[in-house]
């Protein structure tokens, strides 16, 4: 655990005008002094007894692992596995359909050598809307438009290369090219166009069901999000 989990421990155990003593009893320790190496970022609490900390204290799990400074990076994901570890946690994530003289785009991603819609997780502070542009860009180049709400579409064991799991949450939008220029990064082998008889087979199922539902002919109209301000 980080210097910054342990201080935050300390801080609801003051908060709440409890000993050590007390405190430890409450999450089933023998006595103070695993609360005390606790405090000073020398041991690691166990993830049911985070759990218990949350429910019993009301804490915010984000204040509980990020540091102020950090709250607004790009490694949130990375800074909460360091802590979970590769169990299985519910993500966020934004992509769509991007058309293109009647054909849609797929990529043939490096992670996992299989093809896909364009997209990712969300960072923080972004909406749905917000990350899908955000990473068709950085994914293939391309400016997009939304023109529809294509659906919430859900992956329950979604398994990265490295192990990491998760069940996804994905929110999918119909798009249009109004910019920029075609090109593979390091995310991507290639990047196609493909008809409805030329689609290859997805990696994911909730890919495959966004797909489908736009070939359904499903078109939902767009809606707001709180977005930060």
């Known amino acids: 655990m980080s210097v910054h989990f342990g201080k935050k421990i300390k801080e609801i155990r003051k908060k709440n005008n409890l000993t050590q003593l007390e405190f430890a009893e409450i999450f089933g320790y023998k006595d103070k002094s695993m609360i005390a190496h606790i405090e000073k970022g020398e041991t690691e609490m166990s993830n ?10 009301n804490v915010d799990a984000n204040e509980l692992f990020l540091e102020k400074k950090n709250s607004n990076d790009k490694n949130y994901i990375k800074r909460i596995r360091r802590y979970l570890g590769s169990q299985k946690i519910i993500l966020n994530c934004a992509g769509g359909i991007v058309e293109k003289d009647g054909k849609i785009l797929f990529q043939h991603r490096t992670d996992n050598n299989k093809w896909g819609l364009p997209g990712g997780l969300l960072e923080l502070n ?3 809307l917000e990350a899908a542009i955000r990473e068709i860009k950085e994914e293939t180049g391309l400016e997009v438009k939304p023109k529809h709400f294509l659906g919430i579409f859900h992956n329950h064991n979604m398994v990265w290369g490295n192990g990491d799991k998760a069940h996804t949450i994905g929110a999918y939008y119909v798009f249009e090219i109004v910019g920029g220029d075609l090109r593979v990064d390091e995310e991507s082998f290639e990047l196609k166009f493909c008809s409805e008889e030329e689609i290859p087979p997805l990696f994911a199922p909730d890919h495959q069901e966004a797909v489908d539902a736009y070939y359904r002919g499903v078109r939902h109209p767009l809606f707001d999000e709180n977005a930060m301000i």
């Open 126 to 128: 972004e909406t749905y």
């Open 48 to 57: 049911d007894k985070i759990a218990l900390l949350i429910e019993r204290f």
